[in-house]
């Protein structure tokens, strides 16, 4: 097999030597002290990093009104930020000449903010000072090379406190030794006064980073180009000449396509193939900024395809979450084909007026959805994951937003960019088990990844077992497809309605000659007391599935004991046939 040669070769900063402090404040054309003799040594990834940012000083605590962030030396040598870059969401913003001396800090901020800041130490007035967005931002310093230095893609998310994230608190570096750990290094700042501008940081600690995730996303942009995602800031050395491979062929080259050097650009040896599946590999060589090898070092992947009504459909919906919690949509690629996350819209229908709502991307990256594969969306992947232990995080992602889903019934649907319908569900809360004492935090499972959404009878309350919910993996309730050559198949000859995830459904599997057949099922106890009508001149076409919770047609739990299902079948010539099957419930005492 041949391999794939992957390298990004990170071009040094310019370091100096012992010289004076450079004094810098207010305008930026103000002219610095008298440089020294210049060292020959550059600066390296992670020597000037940005350790604390004050995106939003409203309401003040005690601070001034003003946008900052704080920049510190780390090498042991004075650097020069002449002719140095900050990215900043789309800007790029050019550094005057300042030196800013080993162990130092300065504060960024405009010009005009200058005065008053500099009672809390150095401060650098950067003309077209960039807006600290609330939310977050990407901020990356690059040297006159191009190289990256140091980045943050900050989140209101990565404070840690909801009221403090409100304003007046700045978010602050916790460990400046791994200073591309991403948002488990940062926390609110502890200071009185809001923030520590120019100082060392309130929040400081020993915060070791021992992992890296690793890839994240593959997708091939077409034939020719494939875009990979890395979970944090990657770094390609050396040694990882010889260690990418996709299925036989190596790469022709690769370019980064973000600042911060988490995404980068693969292109083959070989054009990719429609219809053929590949797995990116990485054997070595490729580390986090901490040294860290990748735990997830291959990935799945192929060219997308249009997407056809059929292709994906709702497995999962969790609509009525515990306190604090999110919704959380579930879809199965039931296709053979390789979907575009990206290409899909959800919305909801108000089922009173028939209007529809705006909709929502299922996701705004593109990324591959496999055939045989599920695709669970939420608002808050971190808290899906923490609360459902059967979930599998890989199969987990984040969106800003879902369609509304009220808490007692609702109206899905899926659609492809040209809004043709691929899917719907309309769900209920009393398409739960009957039995259960409260649903909240309990999410509706089909028993069956193919089975038509649009029928009630398919759903089914995720298992107590399974922590009442399985985002991401196989439905705790999932029955497989009979193997009988049989008309008629039960699921099992006994049912244990206790929602423990064993046995709690009997699902009856129909096989029928023609499309016209109009199917009828009823429950009646060993004395042939009518017990529940199951189904009632159900159009069926050549198949149908019918599902038994083993509850009375009130939604009391029927009593231990054999029942038998009277199956009556008519099909598109007159001509009726009538079916007797048994099976024992056994309910624990």
Partial sequence: MKKAILVVLLMPCLAYGSMSEGMHTGDPGAPAEPEQELSPDKASPGDVIIT??????????????????????????????????????????????????????VIVCSPSDTSLFRDYGRTLGLKSFPALTDGGKLLCLIDEEGTLIHGVDYSSGWYGDVLKSGGGWS?????????????????????????????????????????????????????????????????????????????????????PDDPLLR???????????????????????????????????????????????????FNELLFNPLPGDPDYIELYNRSGKVIDASGLLLASVNDASGATSSSVPVSTTPRCIL???????????????????????????????????????????????SLDRIDEVSYNEKMHFP??????????????????????????????????????????????EPVSSDNIVLSSTRITPDNDGYEDLLVIDMRLNGNGNVVSVTVFDETGSWVRKLAENVLAGNEATIVWDGTADGGSPVRNGIYVLLITIFDDKGKSQIYKKTCTVLRKV
């Avoid at 797995?279 to 060219?303: E, K, Q």
């Avoid at 009442?468 to 196989?474: E, I, K, L, M, S």
Wanted: aromatic residues 12%.
């Fill in 52 to 105: 604390e940012i004050m995106a939003d000083p409203t309401p003040v605590v005690s601070l001034p009104d003003q946008e900052y962030f704080e920049i510190m030396n780390r090498a042991s040598c004075p650097v020069s930020l002449r002719n140095w870059k900050l990215i900043a969401g789309t800007q790029t913003i050019t550094f005057p000449e300042f030196i800013i001396q080993p162990e130092g800090y």
């Fill in 171 to 255: 978010l602050e570096m916790i460990d400046t030794d791994y200073p591309f750990s991403g948002g488990s290094n940062w926390s609110a700042s502890v200071s009185r006064k809001g923030g520590t501008p120019g100082q060392p940081n309130s929040v400081q600690d020993r915060n070791p980073d021992n992992f890296f995730y690793g890839i994240v996303n593959v997708f091939p942009k077409d034939s020719v180009s494939i875009r990979v995602g890395f979970s944090e800031t990657t770094l390609i050395g050396p040694g990882g000449i010889s260690s990418f491979s996709i299925g036989d062929a190596g790469l022709v080259s690769f370019y």
């Fill in 263 to 313: 995404n980068y650009y693969l292109i083959p040896e070989k054009p990719l193939v429609p219809g053929t599946l590949y797995t990116l590999m990485i054997t070595s060589g490729v580390n986090d900024p901490a040294g860290n090898s990748m735990v997830i070092s291959s990935y799945d992947f192929g060219l997308a395809c249009e997407t056809e009504t059929g292709d994906i459909v």
């Fill in 371 to 417: 055939p045989g594969t599920y695709y669970t969306v939420t608002t808050d992947r971190e808290k899906v994951i923490f609360r459902y232990f059967s979930s599998v995080p890989e199969r987990i992602f984040e969106t800003k937003s879902l369609p509304s889903m009220t808490d007692r019934e609702g109206h899905l649907l899926l659609m492809n960019k």
């Fill in 435 to 480: 039995l259960l004492s409260g649903v909240e935090g309990i999410s509706l499972e089909k028993i069956r990844p193919e089975s038509a959404s649009y029928d009630r009878g398919n759903w089914h309350s995720a298992s107590e077992t399974c922590g009442w919910g399985t985002p991401g993996a196989v439905n705790s309730i999932f029955t497989e």
